[in-house]
């Protein structure tokens, strides 16, 4: 017999910071965001994953940036609108966007939990599905999608470091 896969926790409604990329409309928890910023120059930081786009001073503080784009999977494209830093881990990131659409307050009942996409296929990244109004908004775990392991470099360096500190 196999053992049993527990469900993942259902997420509950509340504020999501909802955004485009590639035309579908994704959210993240409110809680997790720290502040919206246009986009700024990102100094590239050598021997890093293709999604890792370098740093940026922001207000004196070294921010690391992940093209969200690429993370994804999603064609990259060059003229993003955005960065949303974020908080994951305990360590500020900023994860870049085509275009911010609005803070929507998401009910319990219109979020769906994320479906079996078949083998080898998971919605890992996917705290669940929005849908309001004849469309759908896909709801990302920022803690997954920024998973520790995905901000290393080739050589196995860290581009940051979570010291426990800050906010």
Same mark, same amino acid.
């Not at 409604?13 to 035309?23: D, I, N």
């Not at 940036?65 to 609108?81: A, E, N």
């Not at 083998?119 to 759908?136: F, Y």
């Given at each position: ?14 504020k999501?910071?909802t ?13 997790? $965001?720290?502040? /919206?910023? %246009?986009? *700024?120059?990102? %100094?590239?930081?050598?021997?890093? &994953?293709?999604?890792? *786009? ?7 503080? #070294?921010?690391? $940036? +992940?093209?969200?784009?690429?993370k994804?999977?999603? &064609?990259?494209?060059? @003229?993003q609108?955005?960065? #949303?830093i +974020? ?5 500020? =990131?900023?994860? %870049?966007v085509?275009? =911010?659409?609005?803070?929507?307050? /998401?009910? @319990?009942?219109? /979020? ?7 083998e080898?296929? %998971? ?14 908004? *896909?709801?990302?775990? /920022? @803690?997954? =999608?920024l ?8 050589a196995?360096?860290? *581009? $940051?470091t979570s ?5």
């Amino acid at each position: 017999k196999t053992p049993e896969i527990p469900a993942p926790a259902r997420v509950s409604g509340g504020k999501f910071l909802t955004f485009f990329l590639a035309k579908e409309e994704y959210g993240f928890e409110i809680l997790k $965001v720290h502040e /919206i910023i %246009t986009l *700024l120059p990102v %100094t590239p930081v050598p021997r890093m &994953p293709s999604h890792l *786009l370098g740093v940026i001073n922001l207000r004196g503080k #070294i921010i690391p $940036v +992940v093209d969200l784009r690429l993370k994804l999977g999603l &064609p990259t494209k060059k @003229d993003q609108d955005c960065i #949303i830093i +974020v908080r994951a881990h305990n360590i500020e =990131v900023g994860v %870049t966007v085509d275009q =911010v659409s609005e803070v929507a307050n /998401i009910a @319990d009942k219109d /979020i769906e939990e994320v479906p079996s996409f078949g083998e080898g296929a %998971t919605g890992e990244d996917l705290l669940g599905i929005a849908k309001s109004e004849g469309h759908v908004r *896909l709801l990302l775990d /920022i @803690d997954k =999608v920024l998973a520790p392991d995905h901000l290393q470099g080739m050589a196995g360096q860290s *581009l $940051v470091t979570s010291s426990g500190g800050g906010k």
